[in-house]
């Protein structure tokens, strides 16, 4: 399994971004689509999740309202729209893939495959 992820960049307070990330050597018939995020200094979080059955996308509540997951399951890829972005935002973001069970599906741990990272960052 091979995820790249890819849409990074600089952006001001206020901004948007749609980062990506591409699946291969697997389908996401059974399996979650996370992001996760790691800012300067900081452990790895949980920022969204999806799965291709229709489970309703999971926000962590510092995204909530601001980011959008989606996928496109034709393309094997896993979108996540950023808006409204701010300073708190700033971070390298990596997408993963695994079977969670319910309580863990926050947790990095859970998630067996993960792409490289993609750099974010906000400038206020």
């Known amino acids: 399994v091979q995820l790249q992820a890819s849409g990074g960049g600089l952006v001001q307070a206020g901004g948007s971004l749609r980062l990506s990330c591409a699946a291969s050597g697997t389908s996401f018939s059974n399996r979650y689509m996370g992001w996760f995020r790691q800012g300067p200094g900081k452990e790895r979080e949980f920022v969204a999740l999806?799965?291709?059955?229709?489970?309703?996308?999971y926000y962590a509540d510092s995204v909530k309202g601001r980011f959008t997951i989606s996928i496109n399951n034709a393309k094997n890829t896993v979108y996540l729209q950023m808006n409204s972005l701010n300073p708190e935002d700033t971070a390298r973001y990596y997408c993963?893939?695994?079977?969670?069970?319910?309580?863990?599906?926050?947790?990095?741990?859970?998630?067996?495959?993960w792409g490289q990272g993609t750099l974010v960052t906000v400038s206020s």
């Open positions: 999806i799965s291709r059955f229709g489970v309703t996308p």
């Open positions: 993963a893939t695994g079977t969670p069970i319910h309580s863990e599906r926050e947790n990095p741990s859970a998630y067996g495959y």
